[in-house]
């Protein structure tokens, strides 16, 4: 398998990150000219997010997110590229953790089910321990 094929599932959950920070500054933009808010109105911590419905905060929220778990995923596929080992496997479960984010991210920005949300969000980082545990393991073990 060649080593470069691991960011393909890099690059594509950059790019989920990409469009949930277009959709939050979208959907805050027409929050904030629809309430004819002055930029000052917003100028101590948390009033948008206090003053802003869940259609306007949870793009913020999920877009918070996706600085938390994927950080671990980048750090690991960099590792797996840097040491020459991406297989099938590490490909596969990076693209598990890509496509249970993009559904985590869809949820949480529109309809926001909570329980549908938590267990998107575990698949996808279960993929991320998967990962890690896997190249934990024969790194330890070589």
Same mark, same amino acid.
């Given at each position: 398998m060649r080593q470069d094929a691991i960011f393909s599932p890099f690059f594509a959950s950059m790019f989920l990150t990409f469009l /949930?920070?277009?959709y939050?500054?979208?959907r805050r933009?027409? +929050?904030i000219t629809t309430r004819k808010l002055k930029p000052q109105d917003l100028a101590v911590p948390n009033t948008l997010a206090q003053i802003s419905p869940p259609s306007v905060f949870n793009p913020s929220d999920n877009l918070k997110n996706l600085f938390e778990i994927p950080v671990l995923f980048y750090a690991l596929l960099l590792y797996l590229f840097i040491t020459q080992? /991406?297989?099938t496997v590490y490909v596969?479960?990076?693209w598990i +953790?890509?496509?249970f984010r993009v559904l985590h991210s869809v949820v949480h920005c529109t309809f926001n089910l909570v329980i549908l949300r938590f267990y998107l969000?575990?698949?996808a980082t279960l993929a991320v321990w998967f990962i890690a545990f896997r190249a934990a393991f024969i790194h330890f073990s070589m």
């Open positions: /949930v920070w277009v939050m500054y979208i933009i027409s +929050f080992q /991406v297989d596969n479960a990076a +953790f890509v496509l969000y575990l698949l």
